[in-house]
């Protein structure tokens, strides 16, 4: 593993047409993930280790905070993270970045 993948990493993948959980590994332990989804329906969430797992802070397009989502959200996992159906629109791409 280099220098970057021990400090961030990226990914995207494209939902399901009935959206399920997807787990990202690491390798490590996120403190901060970033997502976002360019659709019509375009939302920036953030997931802070701060927070309540299966959680996240959803803004819409424009940077005004929509809510804050308290389940299906960002979930750390031992070896990265799992984003909940909550974190993704249906058949569309989400892309992704975790800090540490």
């Known amino acids: 593993m280099n220098y970057a993948d021990q400090v961030q990493k990226t990914g995207s993948f494209t939902s399901a047409a009935t959206p399920v959980a997807v787990t990202n590994t690491l390798g ?3 403190r901060h993930v970033r997502f976002y ?9 953030e997931w ?18 929509q809510a804050l989502i308290a ?22 791409v989400t892309h992704w970045v975790a800090s540490r």
């Open 48 to 65: 802070y280790d701060t927070m309540a797992d299966a959680s996240f802070v959803k803004s819409l397009a424009g940077g005004a905070v």
């Open 71 to 92: 389940a299906a959200g960002v979930t750390p996992t031992a070896n990265g993270f799992t984003m909940g159906t909550a974190t993704q629109v249906t058949t569309k």
């Open 37 to 45: 989804c360019a659709d019509t329906n375009v939302f920036l969430g």
């Open 28 to 30: 490590w332990v996120p």
